[in-house]
């Protein structure tokens, strides 16, 4: 199991091993601004963990999606919320409160976003970086992996954060997105979305062409072909 911090409480390892996750740790987010359910609590940290997709379905889509993807990505989905519920309700019998992040839940329809990013949680919890396709990568399961989150005041050892990125001068997902949504630029902590990806143009390709696959939010090319996933 790679845990980003190993001093965690007991109930905690014993938790994430049960749900069969093994790579997850918790992100200080102190000076953040997070959503809150009732906005008086406040949440210092969050739990994230990467749920990995299935290699073989993952390495099916580089050009284009397919049902047997909209299928696991919808199987990731649920087991992420199944497991964030269960988590949170963990946290309170504690005597702590806790918030979970949906999966893909899109709140700003204008903006193109959720409530806050996994990826923020995850890249702050050291569960690792952002490659120029601006999304996660790790070192164990490359890309392929969708992200949960929980949000909560329970004081826990935090990971260190990744800060750096480690694309090099690889641009294969630029080159294979069809799109053209991708600008190339290598990802810095605060950098802005924007820098990276033009999420309209993403949006509207998916929207265009793959709409019969949960209503045009799949597509997946540029994970797909990351030489990080590949190597898995
Ligand atoms: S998801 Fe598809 S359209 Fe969006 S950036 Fe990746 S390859 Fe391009
Ligand atoms: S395909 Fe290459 S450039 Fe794109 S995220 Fe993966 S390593 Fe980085």
């Known amino acids: 199991m790679q845990v980003m911090n190993s001093n965690h409480p007991d109930w905690l390892t014993s938790f994430m091993k049960c749900h069969g996750i093994t790579l997850w740790g918790v992100a200080d987010l102190r000076g953040i601004i997070i959503p809150s359910a009732d906005k ?3 949440f ?14 993952m390495k099916s ?3 284009g999606p397919n049902r047997n993807y909209a299928d696991e990505y919808a199987r990731a989905n649920a087991s992420i919320n199944g497991l964030a519920n269960a988590l949170v309700a963990k946290i309170k019998n504690r005597g702590c409160n806790a918030l979970m992040l949906p999966a893909s839940v899109r709140t ?10 996994h990826k923020t949680a995850a890249t702050r919890a050291g569960v690792g970086w952002i490659g120029k396709h601006c999304q996660l990568i790790t070192r164990k399961y490359g890309p392929w992996v ?3 989150t929980v949000f909560t005041d329970m004081k826990l050892p935090c990971g260190s954060p990744l800060e750096k990125e480690f694309c ?21 902590p605060g950098i802005q979305r924007e820098e990276i990806l033009d999420v309209f143009a993403c949006d509207r390709w998916k929207k265009e062409h793959y709409m019969h696959f949960h209503k045009g ?7 797909s072909v990351c030489p990080y996933g590949l190597k898995i």
Not at 168 to 188: M, S, V
Not at 217 to 223: A, E, R, Y
């Open 61 to 63: 889509i580089q050009t």
């Open 44 to 57: 210092d940290y969050a739990i994230s963990w990467a749920f990995p997709m299935n290699p073989e379905i």
């Open 146 to 148: 969708r992200l949960g």
């Open 40 to 42: 008086k609590s406040s």
């Open 168 to 188: 090099g001068r690889c641009t294969t997902c630029i080159d294979a997105c069809p799109a053209g949504a991708l600008t190339g630029k290598a990802w810095e």
């Open 217 to 223: 939010h799949n597509c997946g090319i540029c994970s």
């Open 108 to 117: 700003d329809n204008e903006n193109i976003k959720g409530d806050f990013p």
